[in-house]
Structures are given as structure tokens and as C-alpha cells.
């Protein structure tokens, strides 16, 4: 068993470290109290590093960085880490897009309600300055208010959910989801962009690119109606500080809630001289919650870079997963981890391979393609192969690569199929994804089957007798190896299909002596 280093370069919460603690072919050095440069003298016997924002993974970082494959930034944001650089050094870049999403929202909904009422300064008069005035405190209700969500992503949409529930009317701007996505929750939908200049509140909710930054200046601000208040628990920079700050002086902005700045920590920054403002720093994530959600999901993503089974929301694939609808992201690592399960199941010089799609992932096949053979070639070819030289490694080989979308004639809105033919048999296996991310195989060739393509997998085909199951069980037994789940598939046709998970390493000398049982037309072992 190969083992595998992965580093921990910034802190991330304990639940994180316990986790890779517990895996036996992973090595892990937390690392988050090395002074930086003397971080940058061991990062180059790791394979995957685990970053926040204080480590810089820049020039310097990459040079050292000889071994690392991939970067797994814990949080949302990555203006810390060179992606470009990254990307040419062959270095996946992931994040954590969604673990702080309930975090940020509830955030955004503090700084909405004291853009409301002036809560904070309220607070500071009484308690700080010992001043009881109410009369210096009017404020504004939510209720019938307008709220502008600009980016209806995982955090606009449920801004706009909780807004409704204080009777808010919602109207989100973001050019690149389907409509019904804000409709169908009872959410007015726009295109054009001074809809939102026109409303009450406006927050804003997008990533920090080209396209956003400074995206409400001081043209946008004059559009504003007056007494406009202004959101941002974003990314700094996507409303203009300079204008945000003549727009809150002027009284155009009414209030404004910003938990984030273009230059951080913004102890200096001129926009908290100014008492229509409520501020806090960088707290979009900072919730006990978050925190641990961020850690064990970087560090589930580490694992699965560091064994090359998946890359969940890479950053720098040529596959942009960004501009991929979210529904789609799923079945991209569902595709890898079947085309790796066939390749084990199926050993030998793949022939052909093609890939098959029903319902709306289909649509996205070539894509699910270029996943599933990274995954089938890695069992031959590891780390030489990735996401941008697959298909031409194939090629060379001579694989005859197919793709196609087919009708949808099963019981699931949306499947998909990896064929992978080698000189001595076909595999044929499909897969679907369960309420956005539960991923699941539900068919090997005819016979169906419900099981998580995770863990130690022993699969057992054979004639459908009685008694066979009870050879398996006995042959794991007699090797001390401890069955965590059994399923098994029949196809009507006189043939069964045995898949058991195991906690224990399965030898070449216990699939031979599965292979003599009489019944037995084939077995295979495979981790995933």
C-alpha cells in the first residue's frame, strides 16, 4: 500500500486532523504553527497541501512545491493562491464552495436588519456613550421592502428565502441560471441590471472576477434611489469603496452592511469613519458550524486527490466546473470514480470506451467523458494521467472512445453508463446522484444493484445457487477480514452478483480462493 502526505499549512478545525488521523494509507503533518518560510523547506515532500489565506501559494510556494498535486484552499475565496502558476506547474486547485453558505447567509441577514434599524449604533450609544435617545433611532421595516439579489447562487437563493419570510418582495439579477431557479420559489427574475439599481436593499452575492469587481460604482449609485441600502458579504472590491463611501456621506446610501474589504485587515479604512455603516471583519464564515464543515470537507478532498479517485470543485480543470449548471458537478466525479471502478473490475488494455447519458446531464456527455477515462486510465497509467492530456493518451493507445446521449428509459431523471471493453470482457456499469450528492451505482451489466462507490469493494458473480453466499461469508471469515455491508443483484436469467464491502485489504490469495468456488463466474476487488 502506497502511502500518501498530505500537509496542513493553516489551521482548520480538529475534526479535520481526527479524520485524517484515521486513514491508514495517508501520512498528514499539521503544519499551521511552522513559521512560513520554514514551511516552504518541507512543502516539497507532500502530495496534496491543505491551505487558508495565510499561506500565499505563490511563486515562491510552487517552486518548492516538487511533489504537490493538487491544492485544497479551506474556504470559498482563493485570491491567495496562483492558479495560473498552479496550472502550469500541472497542481489542481479546489476550494469549498458551499460549507460557510449558511454562515454567509445568516450574516447577510444581520447586516440587512441593522441597515434597517441602526441596531449597532444604537447599541454603542447606550452601552458605550451611556446615552438614552430614542428618538435618534428611527428606523425602517423589512416587510414590503424591495431586496435586490445580485447572484442567485447557494447564497442569494437562500438570502432570498429567509428575506421572503420577513414579507420582503425578492427580485434576483444573475445572467448565468436558468430563470425557474428564482420563479419557481416565487422570486422575480431580471435581465436587466437598473431593475435592481430600483430596489430598497440590494446585496450582492458573486464571485470576485473581472467581470464584478467595482460592479456598483458611482454610475450605479446615482441610478439608486435615494435611502438605498447596500449589502456586501461577498467579496470586497464588487461594490467601489470610493463610491460606496461619497454615497453614504452624501446620504444617497442610506446605511450600508460590509463584512468585506479590497484590502484586509481594513483597519485604516476610511469607510468606518462614517457612523451609517455597519462593519465586521471578514466574518462570513465564522461560525462554529462552518468551521468544522470546511475542515472535514478539505480534508475529504485532500484524501481523495492524494488516492487521484476524484478532484471536487477544481478550479483549474479545462472543464470549467464554474460555468457548469450545479446539477452537473455531481456525476463529473461520479463519471471518474465508475470509469476507476471498471478499470479495476475489468483488468487489462482497455479497447473501447464509451460513455452513455440520459436526461439532462446528458446534454454534458463529452464532459463526463473526459472524467470517466481519467479515472478508467489511472488504474494503468496513475499519476501520469490527467484531465487535460486523457483523451490524446487514449488515443495513442488505440481506445476506440465513444460518447452518446440515449433516451431516458430508466426509472432515474438523469444516468449514466461507462462501457470499458478490454481483450477478455465488457463492464458495463451505471450510476446516478441522489438529492444532489449522494452518488450511487445502480447497475453492474444487467443486474441491478443500490450501493455508494466509496470504500473496499469485493464483487462476486456467479451462478444464482443457494449456498453461495454462504462460501463468500466464510472465505472472508476464515481471512479475518469483517464484512461492512453486503448487496447483492440478480438478473432473472440465472446469474447473481454479489458486492461486499470489507474493512480489511483483500489479497490476491483470497480472490483465488473465491475464484474456486464452483459457482463462481467471476470476482474482482476494487477500492475506491
Known sequence: MQIKKIIVCDKIHQKGLDILAQQNDIEFLDASDIDKEKLLDIIGEYDVAITRSSTDVDAKFLEKAENIKAIVRAG???????????????????????????????????????????????????????????????????????????????????????????????????????????????????????????????????????????????????????????????????????ALYDGLQSGKVAYAGIDVFVKEPAIDNKLLDLENISVTPHLGANTLESQEKIATQAVDQAISAARGTSYPNALNLPIKESELPAFVKPYLELAQKIGYLAAQINVGHIKSFKVEAEGDVAEYVESLRTFALVGALKEALGEKINYVNAEFVAQEQGI?????????????????????????????????????????????????????????????????????????????????????????????????????????????????????????????????
Open 400 to 528: 476506440d472512445l465513444q460518447s452518446k446521449q440515449v433516451p431516458n428509459q430508466s426509472e432515474y431523471k438523469n444516468k449514466i453508463e461507462i462501457i470499458l471493453t478490454t481483450a477478455g470482457k465488457t463492464i458495463r456499469i451505471g450510476g446516478t446522484v441522489f438529492s444532489d450528492t449522494h452518488e450511487k451505482i445502480v447497475n453492474i451489466n444487467d443486474i441491478k444493484l443500490d450501493f455508494k462507490p466509496k470504500g473496499k469493494m469485493l464483487f462476486f458473480s456467479n451462478e444464482d445457487k443457494r449456498g453461495v453466499i454462504a462460501q463468500i461469508t466464510t472465505a472472508l471469515s476464515a481471512h479475518d477480514i469483517n464484512i461492512a455491508d453486503f448487496r447483492l443483484g440478480r438478473d432473472g436469467k440465472g446469474s447473481a452478483l454479489a458486492v461486499v464491502l470489507v474493512d480489511e485489504e483483500i489479497s490476491k490469495d483470497v480472490l483465488h480462493e473465491l475464484s474456486s468456488i464452483p459457482e463462481c463466474n467471476w470476482v474482482s476487488y476494487a477500492v475506491i
Open 76 to 242: 470559498v475565496g482563493v485570491d491567495n493562491v496562483d492558479i495560473e502558476g498552479c496550472s502550469k506547474k500541472g497542481i489542481i486547485v479546489m476550494n469549498v464552495p458551499t460549507a460557510n453558505t449558511i454562515a454567509a447567509v445568516e450574516l447577510t441577514m444581520a447586516h440587512m436588519l441593522a441597515a434597517a434599524r441602526s441596531f449597532p449604533n444604537a447599541n454603542n450609544h447606550l452601552k458605550l456613550d451611556r446615552v438614552w435617545k430614542r428618538e435618534k433611532w428611527y428606523g425602517i421595516e423589512l416587510k414590503d421592502k424591495k431586496l435586490g439579489i445580485i447572484g442567485f447562487g447557494n447564497i442569494g437563493s437562500r438570502v432570498a428565502k429567509r428575506a421572503q419570510a420577513f414579507e420582503m418582495d425578492v427580485i434576483a439579477y444573475d445572467p448565468y441560471i436558468d430563470p425557474s431557479k428564482a420563479l419557481d420559489m416565487g422570486v422575480e427574475y431580471t435581465r436587466n441590471f437598473d431593475d435592481i439599481l430600483a430596489c430598497d436593499f440590494i446585496t450582492i452575492h458573486t464571485p470576485k472576477n473581472k467581470e464584478t469587481i467595482d460592479m456598483i460604482g458611482a454610475e450605479e449609485i446615482a441610478k439608486m434611489k435615494e435611502g438605498v441600502r447596500l449589502i456586501n458579504c461577498a467579496r470586497g472590491g464588487l461594490y467601489n469603496e470610493d
